[in-house]
């Protein structure tokens, strides 16, 4: 076929056919931006991104964890580096942004996972800086995040935003309303962001985490028991019982669920909000 011949529609389909070709032999080649990736998720989900061959960039308060979660990749054959800085930062987003994109000058994946689970009491007694905190830190920081990467992601052949949200504020979670609310907002961010950049080729999706096990989990289960007077053990009982699998989710779980979004297979998936959660929450 003669170049002149081929319509738009036949470029976008040759295009597409590059990426999955790209896509299914892993995602060598690829950029990827993880945020709140020294521990926890975050971490589980850079590694499983080095894994099927993306180079990794990594950001989170803390050198030490960083490090030690690059020293890992990079031992197993990874390609990964980060940059210490706070989610509400702009600046430090742009600088972590353009380490990301590189000669290249393009993103191909960006995860916001840095999370904080706020204050563990009733709306009453919230201050109004844990609220503008947490706030700052589960809502602002993904809008920050993906305003400081879409340039570079525009250039991506199929860019992809995966926000990990919670089904906190779906399914009411008392002494916590900062964090519902937070959650909550990303999903309306990303419905809203998904039309905004679908002419790039971008897609933008959110995986709702139902109780993920590790430490964190264990954190939050201790603040609430304090805050409810009922001991931890009821309360994850109480969480398991909610689920239609009765149990609670892993890491690797959520970690599954990025690598497909992130895939050419999830290239006409956008504006999703997934829910990882054993079944607890359907909607
Ligand atoms: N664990 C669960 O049961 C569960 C359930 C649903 C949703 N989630 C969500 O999943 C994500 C990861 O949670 P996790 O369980 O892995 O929690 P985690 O172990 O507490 O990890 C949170 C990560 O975010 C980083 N972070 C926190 N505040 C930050 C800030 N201001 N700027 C930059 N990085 C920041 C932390 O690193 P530094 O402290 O070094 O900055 C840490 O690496 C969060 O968005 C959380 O809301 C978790």
Redesign the pocket.
Known sequence: MILDSIGDHEIHNRRALVSVIVRENGFAGCSAVV??????????IAKGLAAKGASVFL????AK??DGVCAQIEADGGEAAYRV?????LAHLNELMALAAGSRGVIDMLV??????GPTAALVDVTPQEWNETI???LT?VFLACKAALPYLERAEHGKIVT?????GKRPLPNRTP?AAA?LGVVGLTRTLAHEVAPHGISVNVI??????????N??LASMSQARGVPPEALRAEMVQAAAFKR??T?AD?VQTTLFLCSSAANNLTGQDINVSAGAVMY
């Open positions: 945020t709140g990736a020294g521990q926890g998720i975050g971490a589980a950001s989170g308060r803390r964890t960083l800085g706070d989610v509400t930062d916001n996972n840095a999370g904080t689970p700052a830190v589960n920081g990990i949200g919670s089904v906190t964090y959650k709702s985490p139902g109780a993920v096990e590790g430490p964190r989990l954190r939050v609670t989710v890491e959520v």
